[in-house]
Nanobody, 124 residues
Framework: VQLQASGGGLVQAGGSLRLSCVSS????????AAWFRQAPGKEREFVAS????????EYADSVRGRFTISRDNAKNTVSLHMNDVKPEDTAAYYC??????????????????WGQGTQVTVSS
């Protein structure tokens, strides 16, 4: 499975941005996908996740109510809709996916497929 992330850019605080992650290869067997982010000098952290069957989602407390993760199985795409962005949302955002059952959707180690990062910069 290959993942291609896009949609990053420069946005003002309070604005919106949509990130997309397109999967190719054995996409039909994926169990779940997620977005993580990493700011300079910090650990990569969980942002949001979604299960392909049923669509159950999880969010980090810092983004709940502002970000929405969604999937379009027909287009093999998982999106992250970012609203009311804040300067602290500035980071490289990475999409991840797995084709195995995940116990803890928030752990990086649960995902074996990763896309390249897409940079999001929020100006104040």
């Amino acid at each position: 499975v290959q993942l291609q992330a896009s949609g990053g850019g420069l946005v003002q605080a309070g604005g919106s941005l949509r990130l997309s992650c397109v999967s190719s290869g054995r996409s039909a067997y994926l169990y779940a996908a997620a977005w993580f982010r990493q700011a300079p000098g910090k650990e990569r952290e969980f942002v949001a996740s979604i299960r392909y069957r049923g669509g159950a989602t999880e969010y980090a407390d810092s983004v709940r109510g502002r970000f929405t993760i969604s999937r379009d199985n027909a287009k093999n795409t998982v999106s992250l809709h970012m609203n009311d962005v804040k300067p602290e949302d500035t980071a490289a955002y990475y999409c991840a996916a797995t084709d195995t059952v995940v116990r803890n959707m928030r752990l990086r180690g649960e995902y074996e497929y990763w896309g390249q990062g897409t940079q999001v910069t929020v100006s104040s």
